[in-house]
């Protein structure tokens, strides 16, 4: 989805849902020019599913520049790890790679999760506007997505509304009642969700990002293709067939 004419500075890069896979992070990463960035938000669930959660953390220290995070949120994957409790995934092989992945974070890892924002959502103000970040909801932060014409939550306050969780790319607009007849008596929410980096379930296997000009209020949902079998040849035994096989179609 686009708005305005022209991608001009400055540009917010937006991930979410990393999920371990290293090769679809690389490939956003080396897809944008990241001096020509000057935010980034995540919104959360950077490790899990995938084989390389250590490794993911480990780039985005070194090759994101810590000054431009704008907003580093927890997911529920992390807030899972974090609190050792696995009982709330929709199935038991969810459970397991969460407890497998627990297992091998390293020290280093597991301080980097620690700082992220642990609600799982944040507010913040952006180019004037106020924002809010959040992994899933604001009916429940860590477990229920927005979706378009179901968005759990009452976000009138809000001009811009940054989600994850859902996997499911989108960017859509709500118009609130509002007394201000300057606008006509309307007041307008902007929803965006860059879909998911490490494992996406939209029908197209490539790492899913957004990039966003505040200025001009334009919105570009960008995919990277990456080597999936490579990504995949790294899954433990440990980890349910699944989620790499699921790499291959982005379902």
């Not at 290293?22 to 490939?27: F, R, T």
């Not at 599913?49 to 000054?67: A, K, T």
């Not at 939209?202 to 490579?230: C, F, I, Q, W």
Request: net charge negative; hydrophobic share 35%; charged share 25%.
């Amino acid at each position: 989805m686009s708005r305005g004419a022209g991608e001009q500075q400055p540009l917010i890069l937006i991930l979410s849902d990393i999920h371990g896979n290293l090769e679809a992070l690389k490939a956003v990463l080396y897809a944008e020019d990241l001096t020509k960035i000057s935010g980034i938000i995540l919104l959360g669930d950077l490790i899990d599913y995938g084989p390389h959660s250590n490794e993911v953390i480990q780039l985005l220290m070194d090759g994101l520049p810590e000054e431009k995070i704008l907003i580093n949120l927890c997911g529920n994957h992390e807030n899972a790890i974090l609190t050792e409790m696995f009982s709330k995934f929709s199935s038991q092989r969810g459970s397991e790679s969460a407890k497998y992945t627990s297992s091998i974070l390293s020290r280093e890892s597991r301080d980097y999760l620690e700082r992220l924002e642990p609600s799982g959502m944040k507010e913040f103000v952006m180019g004037g506007k106020k924002c809010l970040a959040v992994h899933g909801s604001l009916d429940n932060a860590f477990w229920t997505s927005i979706f378009p014409g179901d968005i759990h939550g009452d976000y009138k306050e809000y001009d811009y509304v940054f989600s994850g969780h859902s996997h499911y790319p989108h960017c859509f607009e709500v118009f609130y009642e509002s007394e201000d007849p300057a606008y006509r008596n309307k007041k307008r929410a902007l929803f965006l969700n860059p879909g998911s980096v490490g494992q996406p379930r939209d029908h197209n296997p490539y790492a899913s990002y957004a990039l966003m000009n505040p200025g001009t209020e334009e919105v570009r949902l960008k995919r990277a293709p990456y080597d999936v079998e490579k990504e995949i040849r790294h899954f433990p035994d440990q980890v349910d067939g699944f989620y790499k096989r699921r790499l291959k179609r982005g379902i």
